[in-house]
């Protein structure tokens, strides 16, 4: 007997893995933000806690690059899912989707994995905040407790640059206008160049903003993800006011331009100054065992770090310890691990690290 796609679909479930799909729809969402989304070969019911993020894994000019991509869609829509990407100016990886990714490709994904999550952070009263492209993570949130009837009160407010770059726009106003319980605001930041007619708030988020927006921001569970300065603005603005920050979630999706360039002419400087103050005696071995490589570095440098200077290329996608995409397996000694969910209980048990938040505390042996 033929099974037909909708009776196999029940028989299997996405778990955290590695897994091919097929790209079957790119909606262009703004000038540089498209939507992608995928399928599996085998049909499969993709569940995730919306807010959790995949690890793309492409092949781009002959050398392997991973990158990580929040799921925008929601695991209530679940026979496919969905990422949403910016084009970052000069960016490889996401100037390489939207300029190849196209219907029937089909490409590997790592994942779901993600402790910003809505599930695992639940209230009745939760307030929304993103920036840019920050807005992926709790688009999911939103489409999964709209769709789910679930009975939390939303107010969700988003920065944009101008009224055309608001992600979603047209999909955020239908869905907040059909629920009192949800409340939209949107923040257009650029005071001069709008670009259309906008009525709305202008410029940066700011105290009183918040205040005038959502009244009662103090009882909330917060969850944040926009640009790293964004985000420090928000956590000053709640810590002024007192607010629990243990009530605070937020996703960085990495170092935003200025931060690479800040943290390369720091390191720089770093460099030049540990050079002047070398003490060999106290610098670590790390020998990765299964290329028969060795090498020493400075206490403080990651096992990461280490691998590139003798050119070994562990893949990397997050580089904060939240992926797991570089994970591996410690035969000898022992690191400072500071990884923020990346990797289970049980894989620290069995002995891998994620080397880009792993710091030797001794000489170490590694499985790579
Ligand atoms: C958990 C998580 C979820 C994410 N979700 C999303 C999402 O939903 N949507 C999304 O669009 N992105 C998301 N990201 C970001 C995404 O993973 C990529 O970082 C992003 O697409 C940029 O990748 P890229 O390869 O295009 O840029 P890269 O090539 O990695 O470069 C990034 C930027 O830094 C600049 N740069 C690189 N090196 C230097 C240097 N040495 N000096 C100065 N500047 C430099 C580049 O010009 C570019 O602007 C997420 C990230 C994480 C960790
Ligand atoms: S690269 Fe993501 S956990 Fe290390």
Redesign the pocket.
């Known amino acids: 007997m033929i099974m037909n796609y909708y009776s196999q679909i029940t028989t299997q479930t996405w778990a955290n893995g590695r897994h091919l799909v097929r790209c079957v729809k790119v909606i262009q969402e703004t000038q540089d933000a498209s939507t992608f989304c995928f399928m599996a070969e085998q049909p499969v019911l993709f569940f995730f806690k919306p807010g959790q993020?995949v690890t793309l894994e492409l092949e781009i000019e002959g050398e392997q690059v991973m990158?990580?991509?929040?799921i925008?869609s929601s695991p209530s829509v679940p026979y496919s899912f969905s990422?949403?990407?910016?084009r970052?100016?000069?960016?490889?990886?996401?100037?390489w989707l939207h300029d190849n990714i196209k219907i029937g490709d089909e490409l590997a994904v790592h994942g779901p994995v993600?402790n910003f999550n809505i599930m695992d952070h639940s209230a009745d009263k939760v307030l929304f905040l993103s920036g840019g492209?920050g807005i992926?993570p709790l688009m999911s949130m939103t489409r999964w407790l709209f769709d789910t009837n679930a009975d939390v009160d939303v107010e969700f407010i988003h920065s944009a640059r101008a009224p055309r770059d608001v992600i979603y726009h047209r999909e955020l106003v239908h869905i907040f206008s059909r629920i009192p319980e949800f409340k939209l605001h949107v923040i257009c930041e650029n005071k001069n160049d709008i670009g259309e007619g906008w009525a709305g708030y202008r410029g940066y988020l700011t105290q009183p903003m918040l205040e005038l927006m959502a009244p009662d921001y103090l009882e909330r569970e917060i969850f944040c993800c926009g640009p790293a300065p964004y985000m420090e603005a928000v956590k000053r603005i709640l810590r002024d006011k007192g607010f629990d920050m243990s009530r605070y979630h937020e996703?960085s999706?990495?170092a935003t331009?200025l931060d690479?360039?800040e943290d390369?002419l720091e390191l720089a400087g770093q460099a030049e100054a540990d050079a002047e103050q070398l003490d060999y005696s106290e610098m670590l071995s790390v020998e990765f065992e299964g290329s028969g490589k060795s090498v020493r570095i400075q206490p403080g440098e990651t096992v990461h770090a280490a691998a590139s200077k003798l050119g070994l290329h562990i893949p990397k996608a997050?580089g904060m310890g939240?992926?797991g995409t570089c994970q591996v397996k410690l035969t000898s000694g022992e690191v400072e691990m500071d990884h923020n969910g990346g990797i289970t209980d049980e894989d620290i048990a069995e002995g891998y690290i994620l080397s880009c938040c792993s710091k030797p505390k001794e000489d170490i042996v590694v499985d790579f």
Not at 83 to 86: G, R, Y
């Open positions: 993020f990158r990580s991509y929040t925008s990422i949403t990407v910016k970052m100016p000069h960016g490889k990886v996401s100037n993600g492209v992926t996703e999706f990495g331009p690479v360039k390369a997050c939240i992926c």
